[in-house]
């Protein structure tokens, strides 16, 4: 039995399964936009999340350049960098218009997507399903983050409007 047992295995052993956490979430990061199956999606997510939310728990620190933080909120900004570290590789190449760059995964989490979803409680990544696989018919999703603030518009019905205060 597997109780307390959370997490998918993929019929892979520990450090295979690791492995392939570590490559999606590089390319999730990399890309920001990346196709997988639906269980895949649905585990990174939780592997994601959490890289992220290392980040924006440090606040302003996690994007404030290193010269004006203080001893205090270095060792911090180090620490949760070491952290990150340790699951997500450091570099990157993204191609734009043939041409290839070569861009660092960690500073992008503190830098751009720390400030980026600084007001946000969580929920940084969306799952679309997008079909079936032609080869093995799996069902294929993306997996994605959201904008740094909710949309304006929301999706469904209206928020009811909040009831009236009782006439003294």
């Known amino acids: 039995m597997r109780h ?5 295995q993929f019929s892979r052993n520990t450090s295979h399964r690791r492995a392939m ?12 936009r990346i196709e997988t199956t639906d269980a895949k999606a649905k585990e990174l ?12 728990r440090l606040g302003a620190v996690a994007y ?9 909120d270095r060792a911090r900004r180090q620490a949760a ?13 993204v191609e734009k218009n043939g041409e290839s760059r070569k861009i660092d995964l960690v500073e992008k989490v503190f830098v751009d997507l ?4 600084q007001n946000r409680r969580g929920g940084y990544t969306r799952i679309i399903k997008v ?19 909710p949309s304006a518009a929301p999706v469904g019905d209206p928020p009811a409007p909040p009831p009236a205060s009782p006439a003294e």
Request: net charge positive; glycine share 8%.
């Open 64 to 72: 404030t350049p290193l010269a004006e933080l203080s001893l205090a």
């Open 81 to 93: 960098v070491q952290r990150v570290s340790q699951f997500l590789r450091r570099f990157g190449v």
């Open 131 to 149: 079909g079936r696989r032609h080869g093995d018919n799996a069902p294929m999703s993306f997996i994605e983050f959201v904008e740094g603030a």
């Open 114 to 117: 720390a400030k980026r979803f």
């Open 4 to 8: 307390g047992k959370a997490g998918r």
């Open 45 to 56: 997510r939780r592997v994601a999340e959490r890289l992220i939310t290392q980040a924006v």
């Open 21 to 32: 956490f570590r490559a999606l979430a590089a390319n999730l990061v990399t890309h920001e």
